[in-house]
T-cell receptor, first 112, second 111 residues
């Protein structure tokens, strides 16, 4: 089944404790992106990747890191999480930026 | 950042009626526009897209209209069904890599 998977789906952590949210797609997509969704703000793009080893900042990259060492994986790293990073996070992928993006199920992160 | 907004946060329609959801965008350089549907507890799901060189595109029961003069995008859903109840987002793509989403319109279909 073609899909985007994210892990974990739910995470509660404390300020400053490094964490990684994994994202994997099995559709051989070149483009991958991370978004955060907050009430009243819609989805905001954090980082995106056009291909392996090619990443760039989105609208709200502060406090986040990403890597794209393999085509299928695009992990989101929070080196020192803060409470303002409490949010619902979505990973998405597509063949290119101007094709249909497939979204993962979301990761709900709470930083205490 | 870009400004992509929705005219109404909520919309209620009778089952069988047509729905129209509107969206305004601000960046004249945007070249790709997309509508997504998000059901409770799920990720956004692609509905339909349109490139900036087009004014209209039709899918199954859905039509997207793009008016570049006034920077306005709309989604029309024909014969709205209870399964169409969800939050609908417009998104604006720039150069095929950066995307800006609106805040969403919650559509409720009344049986």
């Amino acid at each position: 089944e073609a899909q985007v998977t994210q892990n974990p789906r739910y995470l509660i952590t404390v300020t400053g404790k490094k964490l990684t949210v994994t994202c994997s797609q099995n559709m051989n997509h070149e483009y991958m992106s991370w978004y955060r969704q907050d009430p009243g703000l819609g989805l905001r793009q954090i980082y995106y990747s056009m291909n392996v080893e090619v990443t760039d900042k989105g609208d709200v990259p502060e406090g986040y890191k990403v890597s794209r060492k393999e085509k299928r994986n695009f992990p989101l790293i929070l080196e020192s999480p803060s409470p303002n990073q409490t949010s619902l996070y979505f990973c998405a992928s597509s063949f290119s930026g101007v094709n249909e993006q497939f979204f993962g199920p979301g990761t709900r992160l709470t930083v205490l | 950042g870009e400004s992509v907004g929705l005219h109404l946060p909520t919309l209620s329609v009778q089952e069988g009626d047509n729905s129209i959801i509107n969206c305004a965008y601000s960046n004249s350089a945007s070249d790709y526009f997309i509508w997504y549907k998000q059901e409770s507890g799920k990720g956004p799901q692609f509905i339909i897209d349109i490139r900036s060189n087009m004014d209209k595109r039709q899918g199954q029961r859905v039509t997207v209209l793009l008016n570049k003069t006034v920077k306005h995008l709309s989604l029309q859903i024909a014969a709205t069904q209870p399964g169409d109840s969800a939050v609908y987002f417009c998104a604006e793509g720039v150069a095929g890599n950066q995307f800006y989403f609106g805040t969403g319109t919650s559509l409720t279909v009344i049986p």
